[in-house]
């Protein structure tokens, strides 16, 4: 029996409870965990993250299938479904640890990010100049048990609601031939 190939890619969009709900429904994702990353502290716990003073982004790592989903269209999701032209800010949740980025894990992830930004901004896809940094992919560190599945497990909460239903949806809508049937 054939062992499934996979691949990582490291997104941060601010916050994760919201990037890891959308791409839990992507086709072809097959993990997504919440995280921290870019920073300088080892092992930072979600408290100290959200200070502001660890230099970590709120992020998710995502392992994927790359027969099914290419790491292009990941971005392209990634883009659609946060705010990449607001620097260090997603709607009310505000600091350095909400930053939009990217966190490549090769030369040609790197490639690939780069080009994407180019073809959005050459579209003029945003009115505002894209602000996501596009850094090296370093240590990651997941986040405590109760951050991860978050949406899946709070969907009446009204952050889900009222910040993230409209991401799930929006992907919905864009990227339906990538959506999962069933979560």
């Known amino acids: 029996m054939d062992e499934q190939r996979t691949e990582t890619a490291t997104l941060a969009g601010g916050c994760f409870w919201c990037t890891e709900a959308v791409f839990q429904r992507v086709e072809g994702v097959v993990e997504v965990i919440s995280g921290f990353t870019g920073g300088n502290i080892k092992n930072p716990p979600y408290r100290e993250v959200v200070s502001g003073r660890t230099g970590h982004a709120e992020s998710i790592r995502i392992k994927y299938d790359p027969e099914k989903i290419s790491y292009e269209e990941l ?55 894209i602000v996501t940094e596009i850094s090296e992919a370093g240590p990651f560190y997941e986040a405590e048990q109760e951050h991860h599945d978050y949406y899946n497990q709070n969907r009446n909460q009204p952050y889900c609601r009222v910040i993230i239903d409209p991401k799930v949806q929006k992907l919905r809508h864009k990227f339906s031939n990538k959506v999962k049937s069933t979560v």
């Open 75 to 129: 971005l392209y999701i990634f883009f659609a479904t946060h705010d990449p032209t607001t620097l260090n800010r997603q709607q009310n949740d505000v600091g350095t640890h909400y930053r939009s980025a990217i966190f490549y894990h090769s030369e040609e992830q790197k490639q690939i990010a780069e080009k994407v930004i180019g073809k959005l901004e050459k579209e003029k896809v945003f009115a505002d100049p």
